[in-house]
């Protein structure tokens, strides 16, 4: 059993930047990737951007691409999301999301475990 916790979420101003963790409480297995995922009421779930745990590879998605950078400390079991830039359309809560089948990253149903989120709120 994995348990995720997500820290650093917050209000900032446009243009702002914020960084968010998720420490873990175990990797449990290096060949499987996290994600960042957020999620604003009446929208869709969007995945943020997801890492593999072993190589540090990175994917994001078009609306961050540039802005946002995802990293992991494996010493740590952390996961980072650096958001710079930052728009009022980024305002969501963030989810942390662990255990994705390394083959199928971009899903969310991938991830077997997640995190209770962190809000996100960028005023104009």
């Known amino acids: 059993q994995v348990q995720l916790v997500e820290s650093g979420g917050g209000s900032v101003q446009t243009g702002g930047s914020l960084r968010l963790s998720c420490a873990a409480s175990t990797y449990g297995v290096s060949r499987s990737c996290m994600a960042w995922f957020r999620q604003t009421p009446g929208k869709e779930r969007e995945r943020v951007a997801h890492?593999?745990?072993?190589?540090?590879?990175?994917v994001y998605a078009d609306s961050v691409k540039g802005r946002f950078t995802v990293s992991r400390d494996n010493a740590k079991s952390t996961m980072y999301l650096q958001m710079n830039s930052l728009k009022p359309e980024d305002t969501a809560m963030y989810y942390c999301?662990?255990?994705?089948?390394?083959?199928?990253?971009?899903?969310?149903?991938?991830?077997?475990?997640w995190g209770q989120g962190t809000q996100v709120t960028v005023s104009s």
């Open positions: 999301a662990a255990g994705g089948r390394w083959n199928d990253c971009y899903s969310g149903s991938a991830y077997s475990y």
């Open positions: 890492i593999y745990i072993s190589s540090g590879a990175t």
